[in-house]
Protein backbone atom coordinates (compact mmCIF):
# COMPACT_ATOMS: atom_id res chain seq x y z
CA UNK A 1 0.00 0.00 0.00
CA UNK A 2 2.68 2.03 1.00
CA UNK A 3 4.58 1.50 -2.83
CA UNK A 4 1.07 2.68 -4.31
CA UNK A 5 0.52 5.62 -2.13
CA UNK A 6 3.86 7.25 -3.23
CA UNK A 7 3.52 5.87 -7.07
CA UNK A 8 -0.39 7.89 -7.00
CA UNK A 9 1.44 10.81 -4.90
CA UNK A 10 4.43 11.14 -7.24
CA UNK A 11 1.99 11.39 -10.57
CA UNK A 12 -0.13 13.80 -8.83
CA UNK A 13 3.07 16.09 -8.62
CA UNK A 14 2.86 18.98 -11.25
CA UNK A 15 4.50 22.18 -12.05
CA UNK A 16 7.53 20.69 -10.27
CA UNK A 17 10.48 22.58 -11.62
CA UNK A 18 13.44 20.07 -12.43
CA UNK A 19 15.83 19.68 -9.60
CA UNK A 20 19.15 17.52 -8.36
CA UNK A 21 19.58 16.62 -5.11
CA UNK A 22 22.61 17.09 -2.80
CA UNK A 23 22.96 14.81 -0.12
CA UNK A 24 24.79 16.75 2.16
CA UNK A 25 26.91 15.78 5.02
CA UNK A 26 27.40 17.78 8.24
CA UNK A 27 31.11 18.36 7.11
CA UNK A 28 32.96 20.36 7.37
CA UNK A 29 30.96 23.24 8.67
CA UNK A 30 28.88 20.79 11.71
CA UNK A 31 31.47 18.14 11.93
CA UNK A 32 30.40 14.74 11.18
CA UNK A 33 31.57 10.95 12.43
CA UNK A 34 34.98 12.14 12.39
CA UNK A 35 34.39 13.54 16.32
CA UNK A 36 33.06 11.32 17.76
CA UNK A 37 36.33 8.84 16.94
CA UNK A 38 38.79 11.87 17.23
CA UNK A 39 39.83 12.11 13.52
CA UNK A 40 40.55 14.56 11.85
CA UNK A 41 38.63 17.52 9.49
CA UNK A 42 39.85 16.61 6.45
CA UNK A 43 38.06 19.59 4.45
CA UNK A 44 37.64 22.83 5.37
CA UNK A 45 34.29 25.76 4.88
CA UNK A 46 36.21 28.35 3.51
CA UNK A 47 37.35 25.85 0.56
CA UNK A 48 34.87 23.32 0.25
CA UNK A 49 31.52 25.39 -0.02
CA UNK A 50 32.89 27.35 -2.44
CA UNK A 51 34.21 24.45 -4.76
CA UNK A 52 30.84 23.13 -4.03
CA UNK A 53 29.08 25.84 -5.64
CA UNK A 54 31.12 26.51 -8.33
CA UNK A 55 30.59 23.25 -8.95
CA UNK A 56 26.35 23.38 -8.83
CA UNK A 57 26.57 26.69 -10.70
CA UNK A 58 28.15 24.54 -13.78
CA UNK A 59 25.77 21.70 -13.37
CA UNK A 60 22.72 23.94 -13.68
CA UNK A 61 22.47 24.88 -16.86
CA UNK A 62 24.15 21.94 -18.71
CA UNK A 63 21.87 20.06 -16.93
CA UNK A 64 18.36 22.14 -17.16
CA UNK A 65 18.18 21.63 -12.69
CA UNK A 66 17.82 23.74 -9.99
CA UNK A 67 20.35 22.01 -7.24
CA UNK A 68 18.58 22.14 -3.55
CA UNK A 69 20.37 20.35 -0.61
CA UNK A 70 19.05 17.70 1.45
CA UNK A 71 19.86 18.37 5.11
CA UNK A 72 21.97 16.08 7.04
CA UNK A 73 20.15 15.87 10.64
CA UNK A 74 23.86 16.33 12.42
CA UNK A 75 23.49 19.70 10.64
CA UNK A 76 21.78 23.11 11.45
CA UNK A 77 21.74 24.90 7.53
CA UNK A 78 19.30 27.59 6.74
CA UNK A 79 16.86 27.16 4.89
CA UNK A 80 18.23 29.46 2.21
CA UNK A 81 22.14 28.06 3.22
CA UNK A 82 24.63 31.16 1.88
CA UNK A 83 27.45 27.97 1.96
CA UNK A 84 25.37 26.52 -0.59
CA UNK A 85 25.14 29.50 -3.18
CA UNK A 86 21.83 30.66 -1.41
CA UNK A 87 20.06 27.01 -2.88
CA UNK A 88 17.10 25.49 -0.89
CA UNK A 89 17.75 23.26 1.87
CA UNK A 90 15.29 21.33 3.40
CA UNK A 91 15.30 18.59 6.08
CA UNK A 92 13.19 15.34 6.91
CA UNK A 93 12.48 15.30 2.59
CA UNK A 94 15.41 13.37 1.18
CA UNK A 95 13.07 10.49 -0.14
CA UNK A 96 11.00 12.60 -1.75
CA UNK A 97 13.57 15.33 -3.26
CA UNK A 98 15.53 11.95 -4.47
CA UNK A 99 11.93 10.54 -5.61
CA UNK A 100 11.41 13.83 -8.23
CA UNK A 101 14.96 14.98 -8.98
CA UNK A 102 16.76 14.35 -12.21
CA UNK A 103 19.68 12.90 -10.48
CA UNK A 104 21.98 12.80 -7.49
CA UNK A 105 24.90 14.17 -6.17
CA UNK A 106 26.99 13.12 -3.17
CA UNK A 107 30.37 12.31 -1.46
CA UNK A 108 28.66 9.18 0.28
CA UNK A 109 25.47 8.65 1.61
CA UNK A 110 22.93 5.93 3.01
CA UNK A 111 20.48 7.54 1.15
CA UNK A 112 21.75 6.67 -1.93
CA UNK A 113 20.05 3.91 -1.25
CA UNK A 114 16.37 6.09 -2.30
CA UNK A 115 18.52 6.84 -5.70
CA UNK A 116 19.01 3.29 -6.35
CA UNK A 117 15.08 2.85 -5.52
CA UNK A 118 13.93 5.42 -7.88
CA UNK A 119 16.67 4.27 -10.43
CA UNK A 120 18.50 7.97 -10.22
CA UNK A 121 22.06 8.92 -11.48
CA UNK A 122 24.34 9.49 -8.63
CA UNK A 123 27.14 12.00 -9.20
CA UNK A 124 29.82 10.98 -6.64
CA UNK A 125 32.05 13.64 -5.65
CA UNK A 126 35.14 14.70 -3.99
CA UNK A 127 37.77 17.95 -3.60
CA UNK A 128 41.13 18.61 -4.38
CA UNK A 129 40.96 18.52 -0.04
CA UNK A 130 40.00 15.16 -0.21
CA UNK A 131 41.53 13.23 -2.83
CA UNK A 132 44.75 12.01 -0.75
CA UNK A 133 43.00 11.13 2.13
CA UNK A 134 42.98 7.33 1.55
CA UNK A 135 39.59 6.39 4.04
CA UNK A 136 37.03 8.87 2.37
CA UNK A 137 38.70 8.04 -1.15
CA UNK A 138 38.48 4.23 -0.63
CA UNK A 139 34.66 4.98 0.73
CA UNK A 140 33.74 7.33 -2.58
CA UNK A 141 35.66 5.22 -5.01
CA UNK A 142 33.52 1.61 -3.43
CA UNK A 143 30.78 3.54 -3.35
CA UNK A 144 30.34 4.48 -6.96
CA UNK A 145 32.19 1.51 -8.67
CA UNK A 146 29.07 -0.36 -6.56
CA UNK A 147 26.99 1.69 -8.90
CA UNK A 148 28.84 1.47 -12.23
CA UNK A 149 29.99 5.28 -12.67
CA UNK A 150 33.23 7.33 -11.53
CA UNK A 151 33.86 9.96 -8.80
CA UNK A 152 34.33 13.24 -10.00
CA UNK A 153 36.58 15.99 -8.39
CA UNK A 154 34.80 18.85 -8.00
CA UNK A 155 37.56 21.31 -8.10
CA UNK A 156 38.27 20.02 -12.09
CA UNK A 157 35.16 18.59 -13.29
CA UNK A 158 34.78 16.41 -16.05
CA UNK A 159 34.09 18.29 -19.86
CA UNK A 160 31.25 15.27 -20.32
CA UNK A 161 28.41 15.70 -17.51
CA UNK A 162 25.87 13.62 -19.39
CA UNK A 163 27.98 10.83 -19.45
CA UNK A 164 28.22 10.64 -15.63
CA UNK A 165 24.05 10.88 -16.00
CA UNK A 166 23.12 7.12 -17.08
CA UNK A 167 21.72 4.56 -14.56
CA UNK A 168 23.67 0.73 -14.61
CA UNK A 169 20.65 -1.43 -14.10
CA UNK A 170 22.80 -4.43 -13.30
CA UNK A 171 24.75 -2.41 -11.45
CA UNK A 172 21.40 -1.11 -9.38
CA UNK A 173 20.09 -4.45 -9.02
CA UNK A 174 22.99 -6.12 -7.83
CA UNK A 175 22.74 -3.16 -5.35
CA UNK A 176 19.34 -3.68 -4.39
CA UNK A 177 20.08 -7.40 -3.79
CA UNK A 178 23.39 -6.57 -1.87
CA UNK A 179 22.14 -4.22 0.46
CA UNK A 180 18.43 -3.31 0.52
CA UNK A 181 17.67 -7.02 0.04
CA UNK A 182 17.27 -8.83 3.65
CA UNK A 183 16.42 -12.33 2.36
CA UNK A 184 18.46 -13.54 -0.99
CA UNK A 185 16.68 -16.75 -1.50
CA UNK A 186 13.71 -14.80 -3.05
CA UNK A 187 10.91 -16.52 -1.01
CA UNK A 188 7.77 -14.98 -0.92
CA UNK A 189 6.78 -13.35 1.96
CA UNK A 190 4.41 -16.14 3.64
CA UNK A 191 7.17 -18.38 3.38
CA UNK A 192 9.52 -16.16 5.44
CA UNK A 193 6.90 -15.60 8.07
Known amino acids: NHLLAEKA????ESNVSKTAVFLA????????????TGGDQLFTSEVWYPALVRFFNLLEPITGVTVEVAGH???AFPAVAPCFGNRSVLYGKTRKMVRRSEYVITITSTAISYAVLYKKPVIFIYSN??????NPMQDICGMAAMLGT?????????IDIDGLLKVDQDRYSAYER????????RRPNVQII
Open 129 to 134: QLKDHQ
Open 73 to 75: YKS
Open 9 to 12: SFLQ
Open 25 to 36: SPNPMFGGDEIL
Open 178 to 185: AVLTSDLT
Open 150 to 158: EPINIDAPP
